[in-house]
């Protein structure tokens, strides 16, 4: 007996909705502390719980923003935007290939400027903020789907050769997802061991 495909067309919409939110929420917390920063510049915002766990740290330093901008004003155009596609998406509506190419894309862009200001946040900065993790969580979630997605569709036409390998990540889509984000848990622990091995 065959094992049947997982199909995405069902879930995408409520994941770009679901994480869409989860984004939205993460902004409008972090744009909240960065406008209470620059009213006060000691103001300590609520998630600064150690000197590693410090959002603090993260929007007062200047890797926290991107051509001048604070990185949460970027999450709150696209949040929105991915809302409203999961939205018209549920009410049927249906994409040219071209957009959902270009989706692709963006969704792309977005995991490797997500992985870019982790990797700041923990090598420049030294500090991580919750926030922003749970920001690039839901980053990672669209974008993973998003690709699993446009290549179930054949909005992205594979080669003969590699429709193994696609079965393969469709397949194990999930299984695929855990073992990245326990890849960056298993990371961040060891790379601030210093200070969460004396606490454990």
Not at 154 to 161: D, E, Q, S, Y
């Amino acid at each position: 007996m065959a094992i049947q495909k997982p199909s995405f067309a069902k879930a995408l919409p409520w994941i770009l909705l679901i994480a869409g939110v989860v984004g939205i929420i993460c902004s409008i917390v972090l744009t909240h502390d960065q406008i209470k920063i620059w009213q006060d510049p000691n103001y300590i915002p609520s998630c600064s719980l150690n000197p590693v766990v410090s959002c603090g740290s993260v929007i007062n330093s200047k890797q926290g923003h991107v051509f001048d901008i604070p990185a949460p004003f970027f999450g709150l155009i696209v949040f929105p935007a991915l809302i409203t596609i999961g939205v018209v998406l549920l009410a049927g509506a249906k994409f040219k290939r071209w957009l959902w190419l270009l989706m692709e894309i963006c969704a792309v862009g977005g995991f490797f400027f997500a992985i870019w200001l982790f990797l700041i946040s923990v090598f420049s900065v030294h500090a991580l903020c919750p926030f922003c993790l749970i920001t690039d969580v839901a980053v990672y979630i669209i974008a993973w789907y998003m690709t699993l997605y446009t290549i179930e569709q054949r909005f992205i036409r594979l080669p003969k050769r590699a429709e193994r390998i696609s079965d393969f990540l469709r397949r194990h889509h999930l299984d695929i997802l855990i073992a990245w984000l326990l890849l960056i848990a298993v990371f961040i622990l060891q790379h601030f061991w210093y200070y969460y091995g004396k606490h454990l």
